[in-house]
T-cell receptor, first 114, second 111 residues
Framework: GAVVSQHPSRVICKSGTSVKIECRSLDFQATTMFWYRQFPKQSLMLMATSNEGSKATYEQGVEKDKFLINHASLTLSTLTVTSAHPEDSSFYIC??????????FGSGTRLTVV | GENVEQHPSTLSVQEGDSAVIKCTYSDSASNYFPWYKQELGKRPQLIIDIRSNVGEKKDQRIAVTLNKTAKHFSLHITETQPEDSAVYFCAATPGYSTLTFGKGTMLLVSP
């Protein structure tokens, strides 16, 4: 499968600030990447589908103006949590569909908003 | 869209016993069914997967079965070990689209 790098692994930010999370596909050209959010002791919930060179597709209930996604190249997608609040604290993880090899996940980002 | 149900939510076994986790899916178009193991604070790791043209797949102590008619697939772990303790997620997808995950099963293997 693909090799996926996600940064940062942990971030603590103040309420009201913005945080950018990067997801890089190191050896696979990814026209699509998926962003998930996982609250403690819960499953992975799809937030949005990131499409290279076009707008992201957001799942119902996910605010597109709050969770900005940019997929400017075949190797990089970014998720920016704008005006973060404590309820945005969660584990954010990207996934790259890598053909017949299935899906590869980034290492995840633990966001804590204080 | 796809809906995946997973049971049980928690499973406790003694070391050496077998563990079975079951999932059902709703979308008959789904054709790829991976199973992931996730340890606390880490990314999900693929442990085994199956495609709709196969009924069973085995990899050492882990096996997965698929019943397309019943829209049902299961994970079987034999000779469980304490290091098998983790949360296991099933998932389904119709082709190279987004994965829909089950709610997860916390497996606890006691020595």
């Amino acid at each position: 499968g693909a090799v996926v790098s996600q940064h940062p692994s942990r971030v603590i930010c103040k309420s009201g600030t913005s945080v950018k999370i990067e997801c890089r596909s190191l050896d696979f050209q990814a026209t699509t990447m998926f962003w998930y959010r996982q609250f403690p002791k819960q499953s992975l919930m799809l937030m949005a589908t990131s499409n290279e060179g076009s707008k992201a597709t957001y799942e119902q209930g996910v605010e597109k103006d709050k969770f900005l996604i940019n997929h400017a190249s075949l190797t990089l997608s970014t998720l920016t949590v704008t005006s973060a609040h404590p309820e945005d604290s969660s584990f954010y993880i990207c996934s790259v569909p890598s053909g017949y090899a299935g899906y590869t996940f980034g290492s995840g980002t633990r966001l804590t908003v204080v | 869209g796809e809906n995946v149900e997973q049971h049980p939510s928690t499973l406790s076994v003694q070391e050496g016993d077998s563990a079975v986790i079951k999932c059902t899916y709703s979308d008959s178009a789904s054709n790829y069914f991976p199973w992931y193991k996730q340890e606390l604070g880490k990314r999900p790791q693929l442990i085994i997967d199956i495609r709709s043209n196969v009924g069973e797949k085995k990899d050492q102590r882990i096996a997965v079965t698929l019943n397309k008619t019943a829209k049902h697939f299961s994970l079987h772990i034999t000779e469980t070990q304490p290091e098998d303790s983790a949360v296991y997620f099933c998932a389904a997808t119709p082709g190279y689209s987004t994965l829909t995950f089950g709610k997860g099963t916390m497996l606890l293997v006691s020595p």
